[in-house]
């Protein structure tokens, strides 16, 4: 069976994370979304997997390279999901996968989808706050309706973003009209289809899945991926470190003695950690990272080639490439009040969810000795703070 990933969009809700590279091959677990995707395709069997792209097309090409049986399709413009699945029509000619490029499950969750016999195929999960999804309304083993973010709960399924369709489709894709946001959405093309008498089969994702909409989303990820790590440690670990749980430790790394590193951890390549320094659980550290004497990393994504100097604290944050934090750089990530965090993310106040954010931060960044960094900040790529700043607001 084929497959096919979507990744042509860039991910505006991704903050200041996308503004060098498309939303796929942001990292997690130091390995780019869209190589977990392709990895668990790859484990179900599937034989083609075709990537439809258009924003970052010549990046997500040069990763694709050390991919066997994999296929770059270009979208003429991000025109929405329904048209990129178009894209597909000249080089299906049977059932497929499609999946959303922004999604992480299990592979187990989709083999039994594999053998069904439906034309069409939707995937469900059940989540605490429905609303925020596309909601799926079942009835016996069909779908009767898809409402894409509505004010009220219809049922406590919501649309996973994986699906399973027949060539036929393409008819239905060519008659889709553009929706309310003016694009082409193939949830609107399966409404239409289920009017038109069509039988929408579904099957329920009962592992982990995680939606990655928004920056913070990556620290879930990021956590899920590290409980699935096997300790592997190809670097120098000097005496006097110490190495709790589950920890990766790439070719060429060097830990420094004194260093208290408790997993599940994964450190890249060619870094150099401490001395005295502790790396607190659910952290990705890059490649080429140098984490100075006295800092303190917690449930955090560093990017390759960043400079965390000494006496700096960094916790529940997403660090893009190439920064350098200047020494005694804090990041909060906790209000006095203990109430949820809130971040303005395009022209919006919104509500995390999460007690615990620090910041996120786009590549190339420049902290000034003693910066003081809020919580829920996000900070644009290639700025700079001024030593002892306080920084409150988004930059």
């Known amino acids: 069976m084929d497959a096919a990933i979507l990744a042509a969009g860039k991910g505006t809700r991704m903050g200041p994370l996308t503004c060098s590279v498309p939303k796929v091959l942001l990292k997690v677990a130091n390995k780019p979304i869209l190589g977990h995707i392709l990895e668990r395709l790859i484990d179900v069997g599937i034989d083609r997997i075709f990537v439809i792209v258009h924003q970052g097309k010549e990046q997500i090409e040069e990763y694709l390279k050390t991919f066997e049986d994999v296929v770059v399709v270009s979208q003429d413009g991000a025109h929405g999901t329904a048209d990129a699945v178009r894209c597909l029509e000249k080089y299906v000619v049977d059932r497929f996968i499609v999946v959303n490029g922004d999604i992480l499950f299990e592979p187990e969750d989709i083999k ?28 016996g083993n069909f779908v009767r309706k898809i409402v894409e973010k509505p004010a009220d709960n219809v049922s406590g399924f919501v649309n996973a973003g994986i699906y399973v369709f027949s060539p036929p489709i393409f008819d239905y894709l060519k008659m889709t009209p553009k929706s309310l946001r003016g694009e082409y959405e193939i949830t609107t093309t399966l409404q239409m289809m289920i009017e038109n008498g069509e039988k929408i089969g579904w099957f329920e994702l009962l592992g982990k899945w995680i939606d990655i909409g928004r920056p913070w989303d990556l620290l879930d990820a990021n956590e899920m991926l590290l409980r ?3 300790t592997s440690v190809e670097g120098y670990v000097e005496v006097g470190a110490h190495l709790k749980g589950q920890i990766e430790i790439g070719d060429g790394t060097l830990i420094r003695s004194g260093a208290y590193i408790e997993g599940p951890v994964k450190i890249g390549k060619d870094c150099t950690i401490g001395p005295n320094c502790y790396i607190r659980p ?112 988004n930059r």
């Open 112 to 139: 039994p989808a594999l053998e069904r016999e439906e034309k069409y195929l939707i995937a469900l999960k059940k989540v605490e706050k429905p609303a925020e999804f596309g909601i799926v309304d079942v009835e």
């Open 228 to 230: 699935e790590m096997k």
């Open 282 to 393: 659910s952290t990705s550290i890059g490649d080429r990272v140098y984490i100075g004497n006295g800092v303190e990393i917690k449930n955090s994504i560093i990017g390759d080639d960043t400079r965390i100097g000494h006496l700096s604290y960094v916790g529940d944050s997403v660090i893009g490439k190439g920064c350098n934090f200047g020494a005694g750089t804090k990041v909060a990530n906790l209000r006095h009040d203990g109430k949820n965090i809130k971040v303005m993310l395009k022209g919006e106040l919104v509500d995390t969810g999460r007690r615990k954010l620090g910041v996120i931060m786009g590549d190339h960044v420049h902290t000034g000795i003693n910066t003081s960094i809020n919580t829920g900040v996000m900070i644009s790529p290639g700025s700079t703070t001024l030593p002892g700043e306080v920084v409150m607001r």
